[in-house]
Nanobody
Framework: QVQLVESGGGLVQPGGSLRLSCAAS????????MAWYRQAPGKQRELVAVFASGGSTTYYADSVKGRFTISRDNAKNTVYLQMNSLKPEDTAVYYC??????????WGQGTQVTVSS
């Protein structure tokens, strides 16, 4: 059974930081490209950051570039999203995604991030 379990969300003031974690089980973690998406109320789910399998290639949405950092620890089957200089517009439910072209894709249940004073 595949599980992606996010943690680390919460309420933070503008300018603050949070670190999200996504622990995976039931998959061969190092062959999956891992990504973070987010969905704000009334908006479509959007891609935030990607860490490709098999190397160190990363991608960031323009809106988070320079503020967010995605990393992965293949030994711990975990992907992280370090979020700095948070803005109110970063408020959303953040979802972890695992994808492999041959094996398919999986989603976590999401973790709420609220940036507010």
């Amino acid at each position: 059974q595949v599980q992606l379990v996010e943690s680390g969300g919460g309420l933070v003031q503008p300018g603050g930081s949070l670190r999200l974690s996504c622990a995976a089980s039931g998959i061969i973690f190092n062959i999956y490209t891992m990504a973070w998406y987010r969905q704000a109320p009334g908006k479509q789910r959007e891609l935030v950051a990607v860490f490709a399998s098999g190397g160190s290639t990363t991608y960031y949405a323009d809106s988070v570039k320079g503020r967010f950092t995605i990393s992965r620890d293949n030994a711990k089957n975990t992907v992280y999203l370090q979020m700095n200089s948070l803005k109110p517009e970063d408020t959303a439910v953040y979802y972890c995604n695992a994808h492999n072209p041959s094996m398919g894709g999986y989603w976590g249940q999401g973790t709420q991030v609220t940036v507010s004073s």
